[in-house]
């Protein structure tokens, strides 16, 4: 290569500018996380708080659901159900209103599930990594499988049901049904039928044409007592098999 080809490259090289490479977003969903918005920062820590009160004096739980303000409904709009269910099955509610998968993440990893060894755990998450950040379904999915994983590090003996998210939104083309679509694809592979198991009821709650009617969720996302009948009714001969009892109650 002679003088001016090398002169030329030099040249090149010092005056090219160097584009800064931007470093890759983290995925909020799986690290974890406590509530930071507003309204739950009253409410938040000490219902945590009381969750590992009330877990201690239980001594022993045979069965745990997990999950965001659908799951915690079993304690309002959907209580009937649980007393007729759960109440008598050593239960413990852990669902927390606005939770997102990372909110989760982080009460496992904090005490939720210390000490215990129950028979199963029913899992729904997601729907407010969807509502309320638009995650991509892959995103959300990350965190429901870090979830997953975080039990059977800490439940090894526990089977773990992991539930579709619920539908969201009136009609099947709704943006934030079809994200919830998206993650219930990914997680349904997750299940190995032996430690963790799949149930998509997500049809029981939706007419024939795919509409979610304000009747069984008045505000298209949350059930009211008669969606929470149909959900407890639905899932009892799965719960009652994953937990070894002869038949449903």
């Keep these: 290569m002679n003088r001016w080809k090398l002169t030329h490259l030099f040249i090149l090289l010092v005056t090219t500018p160097v584009i800064a490479q931007e470093p890759p977003k983290p995925i909020l969903a799986i690290i974890p996380d406590i509530q930071t918005a507003e309204w739950a920062k009253r409410w938040w820590m000490p219902r945590h708080e009381e969750k590992l009160r009330v877990k201690a004096e239980m001594k022993d739980v045979d069965l745990l659901l997990i999950g965001d303000s659908i799951t915690h409904g ?9 007393d007729k ?13 606005g939770d997102r998968t ?8 904090h005490g939720a599930v210390e000490e215990i060894s129950p028979k199963l755990a029913v899992i729904m998450i997601g729907t407010n990594n969807t509502g309320h950040r638009q995650d991509p379904p892959k995103e959300t999915s990350a965190g429901i499988q ?6 059977k590090k800490q439940l090894p ?14 009609k099947p083309d709704d943006r934030l049904r079809k994200i919830n679509d998206g993650i219930n694809e990914i997680i349904a592979g997750y299940a190995d ?3 963790v198991f799949f149930l998509d009821i997500n049809d029981k709650f939706l007419t024939q044409d795919g509409t979610l009617p304000k009747s069984i969720m008045p505000d298209l996302l949350h059930p009211n007592d008669k969606g929470y009948a149909i959900w407890a009714e639905t899932i009892e001969p799965t719960i ?10």
């Design 74 to 82: 079993f304690e309002s709009g959907g209580k009937a159900m649980w």
């Design 102 to 109: 990372e909110n989760v993440l982080w009460r496992l990893q």
């Design 240 to 249: 009652a098999k994953l937990m070894g009892e002869s038949s449903a109650d």
């Design 193 to 195: 039928d032996e430690k």
């Design 85 to 97: 269910y759960y109440a008598t099955r050593k239960a413990l509610n852990l669902g927390f209103s």
């Design 157 to 170: 003996d526990t089977k773990v049901l992991l539930l579709a998210i619920f539908p969201r939104g009136e």
């Design 146 to 151: 870090a979830i997953v994983g975080e039990l």
